[in-house]
């Protein structure tokens, strides 16, 4: 079973940069971390579920929300097993934990980590 | 983006009952509709994806249907593990959006 854990969240003020990352084991070699599409998705304090951003496998493709496009970037080691999330310019809306997440399929997230809580605060 | 509803937003229900939750997308999602489970402090468990496929491992109590704009989730006999919040999601297009959840309680 994939195994996922997040971390690099903590308390930053609006305007400051944080780097998360996520850390992946428990993989087959039948479907190695390079087979996996790649995502994070945060949640606000009582709030909803939101996508923020895609890497596929091969980096065929990466996406992001409307939200952050300009000021995160989503990135991958294969060789490390780890997903990556650069987080710039950060507004206190970004307040959130965030999680990583698989998709072995499109468009589902099929296993995902815990999540690393990141404040925005000045 | 498509918005997604759920209905209701919290449910009390008791060991044994079959429990119904709805969930409407804004526009046609076909059948791009996925279910998950989350408790609280850990990430959300999918459930189901593709409206009604059971993902490995998950029990059969659990069943998906619908298709468009109006899906539905069941669980067919409350077990004391089940009470948690459920979250639908769409991948029809980007973004994907997810509801704001089903808290399902015990009564």
């Known amino acids: 079973e994939v195994e996922l854990v997040e971390s690099g969240g903590g308390l930053v003020k609006p305007g400051k940069s944080l780097r998360l990352s996520c850390a992946a084991s428990g993989l087959s070699s039948g479907f190695p971390f390079r087979s996996y599409t790649m995502n994070w998705v945060r949640q606000a304090p009582g709030k909803g579920l939101e996508w923020v951003a895609t890497?596929?496998?091969?980096?065929?493709?990466?996406h992001y929300s409307d939200s952050v496009e300009g000021r995160f970037t989503i990135s991958r080691d294969d060789a490390k097993n780890s997903l990556y999330l650069q987080m710039n310019s950060l507004r206190v809306e970004d307040t959130a934990i965030y999680h990583c997440a698989t998709s072995a399929g499109p468009g589902r997230f099929d296993s995902w980590g815990q999540g690393t809580l990141v404040s925005v605060s000045s | 983006d498509i918005q997604m509803t759920q209905s209701p937003s919290s449910l009390s229900a008791s060991v044994g009952d079959r429990v119904t939750i709805t969930c409407q997308a804004s526009q046609d999602v076909r059948n791009f509709l996925n279910w998950y489970q989350q408790k609280p402090g850990k990430g959300p468990k999918l459930l189901i994806y593709?409206?009604?496929i059971l993902q490995r491992g998950v029990p059969s109590r659990f069943s998906g249907s619908g298709s468009g704009t109006d899906f539905t989730l069941t669980i067919s006999s409350l077990q004391p593990e089940d009470f948690a919040t459920y979250i639908c999601q769409h991948y029809a297009n980007l973004p994907y959006t997810f509801g704001q959840g089903t808290k399902l309680e015990i009564q």
């Open positions: 890497i596929s496998s091969n980096l065929a493709y990466i």
């Open positions: 593709d409206t009604s």
